[in-house]
């Protein structure tokens, strides 16, 4: 990988189907490169490398897969993972058109910390978990950021149109949806009956941080990022 581009070298794969396991007790990630009117390439890349790369592109930065004497600007579409070891199994690279405009869920993090929380025993909540933008490829964002900190006060919230969005990009979220609130404190019983007995679909996607009692810690945020789903503006792209 080289500075200000995710680049990621990959070779050509002959070992397929279940004898892919061979590759992966060696460390070797076996994958796809594929895309829209292009034919689709079996290919290996080393599992070190991979991890690198996915933690700095995720599934909506462009990476460049080297291929030969290719490169080609992808998207990481799909990472297949073992349930109990959480090791890569395969990952999928979708060749993407530089001046194609694609759809694309890019996960919302929180950063910060809420005074609300911390100085009135406040409940952070957290509506929305990603959203959905058009725009090219090479201007989609690894994620979007909601700084917490501003929140100061019981009721106070960031709504989508808050957040520091490009320009380029096409949100096709209502700018006025609640992406973080802080509501009145109440017990941690009387939230989750809330939450149960709700009929919202917000209330029922909801993540809650909640005050800690000991030391009057505030808990850490403990979300992780949704699958992100890739597609071109004007059609679906498919294997």
Do not use: W
Not at 144 to 158: F, P
Not at 200 to 226: L, M
């Amino acid at each position: 990988m080289t500075a200000g581009k995710v680049t990621i070298q990959a070779i050509p794969r002959t070992i397929l189907g279940r004898a892919s396991k061979q590759l992966r007790v060696q460390g070797i990630v076996p994958g796809v490169l594929y895309g829209h009117n292009f034919k689709p390439v079996s290919v290996q890349v080393d599992g070190k490398e991979f991890q690198k790369c996915f933690s700095e592109a995720g599934e909506t930065t462009l990476v460049y897969v080297a291929l030969g004497d290719q490169s080609y600007p992808t998207i990481i579409h799909d990472v297949a993972k073992d349930a109990v070891s959480d090791k890569v199994l395969h990952v999928d690279f979708y060749k993407v058109k530089l001046d194609e405009k694609i759809h694309a869920k890019i996960p919302v993090e929180l950063a910060g910390t809420a005074p609300a929380v911390k100085d009135f025993g406040g409940i952070l909540l957290k509506h929305i978990n990603e959203l959905e933008v058009e725009g090219f490829p090479q201007d989609l964002p690894h994620q979007l950021i909601a700084d917490v900190s501003v929140l100061k006060n019981i009721g106070e919230q960031i709504l989508v149109k808050d957040l520091a969005i490009s320009n380029k990009l096409k949100l096709t979220t209502n700018l006025n949806d609640i992406v973080v609130l802080i509501q009145a404190p109440i017990s941690e019983e009387k939230l989750k009956e809330q939450l149960e007995t709700s009929t919202g679909t917000a209330a029922e996607d909801v993540e809650v941080i909640t005050k800690e009692k000991k030391e009057g810690e505030v808990a850490e945020d403990g979300t992780t990022s949704a699958e992100a789903s890739v597609k071109p503006a004007k059609e679906e792209s498919k294997k």
